[in-house]
Nanobody
């Protein structure tokens, strides 16, 4: 089982920056991929960015060029650097890990952290 603990949410102004962190209880060598999702009130969670074990990254179009996902294997931590924030980035952000569990793939979620962007 993998547990995830998030930190770094908060308030920012339009055009500002925030960095989210997500620390896993397991070493990254035992995790397939990690991702950041966000959820708007009354909506389903949507993927924002993904980083694989091979350090390949993908982003939803709305954050390309503004957000960067990265990981520090020594700290078992994945980051989401969010620059040039917009009001529409306001949401609860969750990190997610995919990892092997026997012959299956399991997932784990962080507790969520609120990001609020205002003008």
């Amino acid at each position: 089982q993998v547990d995830l603990v998030e930190s770094g949410g908060g308030q920012a102004q339009v055009g500002g920056s925030l960095r989210l962190s997500c620390t896993a209880s397991a070493h990254f060598s035992s995790i397939y991929s990690m991702a950041w999702f966000r959820q708007y009130p009354g909506k389903e969670r949507e993927v924002v960015a993904v980083v694989t074990a091979a350090d390949r990254t993908t982003y939803v179009d709305s954050v390309k060029g503004r957000f960067t996902i990265s990981r520090d294997s020594a700290k078992s931590t994945v980051y989401l650097q969010m620059n040039d924030l917009k009001e529409e980035d306001t949401a609860v952000y969750y990190c997610k890990a995919l990892y092997p569990n026997g012959r299956q793939t399991a997932d784990a979620w962080g507790q969520g952290t609120q990001v609020t962007v205002s003008s």
